[in-house]
Every structure is written in C-alpha cells, then in structure tokens.
Nanobody
Framework: QVQLAESGGGSVQAGGSLRLSCKVS????????MGWFRQAPGKEREAVAA????????YYGAAVKDRFTLSQDDSENTLYLDIKNLNPEDSAMFYC?????????????????????????WGQGTQVTVFS
C-alpha cells in the first residue's frame, strides 16, 4: 500500500513562504497522479495543485495560482509544494493525495484533478497557520 507523509507546515507571518513536502513510500511517481488539498475549519476540502508525473503536467487552483508551485525530487520520492506570499486565508490543514494514473488516466487527469474522492491514498496532513 502506498503511504504518504506530509511535513513542512508551521506558523508563519503573513507575507512569508513555506515549502511543504510529501514523502511517498516506494517509487510510484512515474505511474501516479498526486495532488495537494487544504481544508480550513468549517470549510470543504479544496484542491490547490496537482501533477501527472507521466507528462509533467501541473494544475493549480485559481485561488492559489502564481503563489503555489509544485516540484519533485525523484531520487527522494518527494513532492513539494512551495508557497509564497502567504496570507491568513491560506491557513488550513494541507493534505497530500495520490492515485494510480496510467496513460489513459493521466490524459484525463485534467478533468478530475480537483475531485478529492478520486484519490485513493492520503497523508495525515500538515498544519499551516498564517498570522498577521
């Protein structure tokens, strides 16, 4: 079974930056799609970014575009989410998720990357708190 472990969250002053990490057990990046979600108290889980590794295709939510950036270290089986210019509205629990993405699934990933129910594997989350 695939296991995901997030890290890198913390308490940050508004305007600061964070790098969140998602460590993946096993070498699955080449055959999986992965996404980052966030959920604040009282709000629904929100998709913020995702990647299909087969094509290096990335997707970003409109609310975070230009501030959130995905990258990965294949040798470490780790997916990163770099966040800049943090604001208090970014405060949330951030989750890493993954699902199998063979070629056909990868091609269609752009149509469902925001659907949290489509992901099979989830990490425990890392808390991001932004204060002013």
């Amino acid at each position: 079974q695939v296991q995901l472990a997030e890290s890198g969250g913390g308490s940050v002053q508004a305007g600061g930056s964070l790098r969140l990490s998602c460590k993946v057990s096993g070498n699955i990046l080449t055959r999986h799609c992965m996404g980052w979600f966030r959920q604040a108290p009282g709000k629904e889980r929100e998709a913020v970014a995702a990647i299909y590794f087969g094509l290096r295709a990335t997707y970003y939510g409109a609310a975070v575009k230009d501030r959130f950036t995905l990258s990965q270290d294949d040798s470490e089986n780790t997916l990163y989410l770099d966040i800049k210019n943090l604001n208090p509205e970014d405060s949330a629990m951030f989750y890493c998720a993954a699902k199998v993405c063979y070629y056909q699934e990868g091609i269609q990933f752009g149509d469902n990357w925001m659907d949290s129910k489509s992901y099979r594997y989830w990490g425990q989350g890392t808390q991001v708190t932004v204060f002013s």
